[in-house]
């Protein structure tokens, strides 16, 4: 899953996400925090963002639901597509599943294309293979080089607590 949030407290609200998760989600890695040019909306501030690897039992809808209440537990409103926000909480990908719904797609449509969240993703899991693209985490980023707007903020022991 990648967090982000670039209004207020950043790094609370995506501590406090983490924890929020924990009830349905064995976090097994948590990236780093890095800092990133918003995307889209240019006119907000940067934003935070982290990639987390986990296991749940919930199936892919569930977990979309359950993630979608912790972001309106910790306050998140819809306000502009793609503009600021205390949290946002992305399935990036579940397994190797390749799907697409009404509400969910996975994996995530842009992943490839997101330097925000393939800089972090590569991080824990470089050799994640993306299953309609078929390339590594590694790869996907590589192809976006030069990486322009991610830069490192605070090692995962250091905001994870």
């Known amino acids: 899953m990648g967090l982000g949030s670039n209004l ?5 609200f995506l501590r406090r996400a983490l924890q929020l998760l924990g009830p349905v989600v064995t976090v097994r890695r948590v990236s780093a925090l890095y800092e990133t040019a918003p995307v889209g909306y240019a006119a907000q501030g940067p934003f935070l963002n982290a990639v987390v690897e986990g296991e749940t039992a ?15 537990q910790l306050g998140r ?13 992305d399935i990036l990908s579940y397994d190797d599943l390749a799907m697409e719904s009404p509400e969910l797609q996975l994996p995530h449509p842009r992943l490839a294309e997101r330097a925000f969240a ?5 991080e824990i899991a470089p050799d994640w293979r ?8 590694a790869g996907l ?13 605070k090692q995962s022991s ?3 607590g």
């Open 118 to 122: 393939l800089v972090p993703l590569a």
């Open 130 to 137: 993306h299953p309609r693209l078929g390339r590594t985490a």
């Open 158 to 160: 250091s905001w994870t």
């Open 141 to 153: 980023l590589a192809a976006l080089a030069p990486v322009a707007g991610v830069r490192l903020y």
């Open 8 to 12: 207020g407290e950043r790094e609370d």
């Open 58 to 72: 919930l199936a892919p809808d569930e977990l979309l639901a359950y993630v979608k209440g912790v972001e309106r």
């Open 77 to 89: 409103t819809e306000m502009v597509r793609n503009g600021p926000r205390v949290v946002d909480v």
